[in-house]
């Protein structure tokens, strides 16, 4: 019997992944994915009516207000959309698999290669309220939250990954500054994709993180895509975090995935890896048909 799962922020970059990669990695599962022009997800009644129509089997729930700066800028929306927002699914998705996508961000970035004991301690209002909205989440002992990072791929709109920012920035003239002191482990949004729907198929619950193998500085990360994108060549410029001007970031929020690893069927691959790999291949350097998996 066909099992239906509805896909959240599905206009998103990990979203349109969920989606676009349902045939190869949920099979036996109908995909519904939502955006904003299908349902305002702060409007309570209209999402409970979409769950009664829709009667998901399972939630992936990747919507969020996610850019560092907008949470900033308006907490109270933030708290809004990222905290009652996932709260009032997690509460419509009680008796069904619930897979909420939070952050690395929930850490200060003191230390480096976290683990989901770890202590969590936000030092911006998105990691807030990205830690606020998991308490909420596992509060139901069948429901999941996995920790991702930095993201990269080609979303819909060519505007949600951090690669997609850095080309946009680079083709308009701007020189971009990389902390070489800054250091995250990301994936490519498809490696994300296969790793979550096997969670779904695996009925994996709880908290897990999800990153790359590689530790990466802001700087490395920028030069190791260089040969993909050659419009950045002559637009990157090393820096230092001290130098920061804005939002917190965290210094270092390289995860540990051993728990997550421990249940996937595929390796997690390293970022530079991944990119090095592609290089040998013809095509698109984030289309997953291509996995080292």
Not at 256 to 275: M, Y
Request: glycine share 10%; aromatic share 8%.
């Amino acid at each position: 019997m066909t099992r239906r799962a509805v896909i959240t922020g599905a206009a998103g970059l990990i979203g349109s992944y969920l989606v676009r990669n349902a045939a190869r990695w949920a099979p036996g599962w109908e995909v519904r994915g939502l955006g904003r022009a299908d349902v305002d997800l702060t409007d309570q009644r209209a999402v409970e009516r979409a769950w009664q129509v829709l009667k998901p089997d399972a939630v992936i729930h990747c919507a969020a207000m996610s850019r560092t700066m907008d949470c900033e800028r308006d907490p109270d929306l933030a708290r809004r959309i990222n905290v009652e927002v996932t709260a009032h699914l997690a509460r419509c998705s009680e008796r069904i698999p619930f897979v909420f996508l939070s952050s690395g961000e929930v850490f200060d970035g003191q230390v480096g290669w976290y683990r989901e004991t770890d202590h969590a301690n936000p030092i911006n209002v998105y990691g807030q309220t990205k830690l606020e909205a998991e308490q909420r989440v596992l509060q139901n002992p069948g429901h999941t939250v996995v920790r991702i990072v930095l993201t990269a791929g080609t979303s819909l709109n060519g505007d949600r990954s951090f690669v997609e920012d850095m080309t946009r920035a680079a083709k308009r003239g701007q020189v971009m500054t990389l902390y070489g002191d800054e250091f995250r482990c990301p994936l490519p949004a498809g490696v994300i994709a296969r790793a979550v729907w096997e969670l779904v198929n695996r009925e994996g619950t709880g908290l897990y993180h999800l990153g790359g193998r590689d530790r990466l500085s802001r700087w490395e990360i920028g030069r190791t895509l260089i040969p993909w994108y050659p419009e950045l060549l002559g637009h990157l410029r090393e820096g230092l975090s001290s130098g920061h001007t804005g939002a917190p970031r965290p210094p270092d929020l390289s995860l540990n995935c051993d728990k997550l690893q421990a249940l996937l069927s595929f390796p997690i691959p390293g970022f530079r890896e991944w990119v090095q790999a592609r290089m040998q291949r013809e095509g698109d350097l984030w289309d997953y048909e291509s996995t080292l998996a």
